[in-house]
């Protein structure tokens, strides 16, 4: 099993930053890919960034590339999103997930994190 913990959503203006965290426990080595998805109100939830822990290969969404980062640190157990130019549509609440390598992570993440909302003033 593993447990995802996010924190550092909030209130920000549009043209800001914010930098989400992702605290894993348990079996975290247990999983290949880690990263984010979103989900705005009256939305679906999409896929925002993912990770390969081994390789630190990262890939996004076409709406947030360019502006966010994902990172990752092995020793911590931790994944971070950087959120740079924020958008009013980039608000949502932000979820951490991590899939097992025979599950694809873009499709049907294994685990999930409780959110973090981010809310985007214009």
């Known amino acids: 099993q593993v447990q995802l913990v996010e924190s550092g959503g909030g209130l920000v203006q549009a043209g800001g930053s914010l930098r989400l965290s992702c605290a894993a426990s348990?079996?975290?080595?247990?999983?290949?890919?880690g990263g984010w998805f979103r989900q705005a109100p009256g939305k679906e939830r999409e896929f925002v960034a993912g990770i390969r822990w081994l390789t630190g290969r990262p890939y996004y969404a076409e709406s947030v590339k360019g502006r966010f980062t994902i990172s990752r640190d092995n020793d911590k157990n931790t994944l971070y999103l950087q959120m740079n130019s924020l958008k009013p549509e980039d608000t949502a609440v932000y979820y951490c997930?991590?899939?097992?390598?025979?599950?694809?992570?873009?499709?049907?993440?294994?685990?999930w994190g409780q959110g973090t909302r981010v809310t985007v003033s214009s």
């Open positions: 997930a991590a899939a097992r390598p025979t599950t694809d992570f873009v499709s049907a993440p294994d685990y």
């Open positions: 348990g079996r975290a080595f247990s999983t290949n890919t």
